[in-house]
């Protein structure tokens, strides 16, 4: 064998790493989907909720032009539909009531709750008929416990009413059928 093929044998030529172009391919399809991702991501984006002037908001919305957003109310001008007269300029949203004077058109609920909505009470003490003196759930009622419920006749609570019984189990042998609340 001459000096050349033995120099040839001796030093092949550089072969390519499959590792390598596997490592190659790989990192390659990550990117392609990192970019079908951001590309779902942005077309998905909330574009619709952003906004420049009223026109670009939904029906029954404005644009407030401060954060982007349309939304239900800037001021109470923007509530026309009755009863959400007030605009909780907070959240954005026409309500009832923030204060409990907003709801003096509806004497029967003079009291503005932690939702915007007029109610009877709030607690208790805006309860001033004795025969209804607990507040349970924005209306005055009879009890909202049985515990509220003083007489031995009629010592068990059921939708705000203090009644006798609310099953079988609690009349005695004599009456032993629950009706409406009654013994008979």
Same mark, same amino acid.
């Given at each position: 064998? +001459? ?6 044998? &001796?030093?092949?030529?550089? !072969? !390519?790493? !499959? @590792?390598? /172009? ?11 989907? $990192? $970019? ?13 909720? !952003? ?6 908001? +939904? ?5 407030? @032009? ?14 026309? #539909? @009755? ?36 109610? &009877?009470?709030?607690? +208790? ?5 004795? &025969? ?6 924005? /209306? ?28 079988? &189990? ?6 032993? #059928?629950? /009706? ?5």
């Amino acid at each position: 064998m +001459s000096n050349a093929q033995r120099r040839q044998n &001796a030093n092949p030529p550089p !072969k !390519k790493s !499959k @590792t390598a /172009t596997i490592i190659f391919i790989v990192i390659i399809v990550i990117l392609f989907i $990192l $970019l079908i991702v951001f590309a779902i991501l942005w077309l998905s984006r909330p574009s619709s909720r !952003k906004c420049v002037d009223n026109t670009t908001c +939904s029906t029954g919305q404005v644009c407030n @032009t401060t954060t982007g957003f349309c939304v239900g109310c800037l001021s109470s001008t923007n509530c026309t #539909t @009755t009863p959400n007269i007030v605009c909780n300029t907070a959240s954005g949203n026409c309500q009832q009531c923030l204060v409990d004077t907003d709801c003096s058109a509806t004497p029967s609920t003079p009291h503005c709750n932690s939702h915007g909505i007029c109610v &009877a009470c709030n607690v +208790s003490g805006d309860c001033h008929n004795t &025969a209804v003196p607990i507040c349970s759930n924005g /209306t005055c009622t009879q009890c909202a416990v049985n515990t509220d419920c003083p007489l031995l006749t009629a010592n068990q609570c059921t939708s705000g009413q203090c009644v006798a019984c609310t099953s079988n &189990a609690g009349c005695p042998s004599a009456h032993p #059928t629950c /009706t409406a609340g009654t013994c008979a």
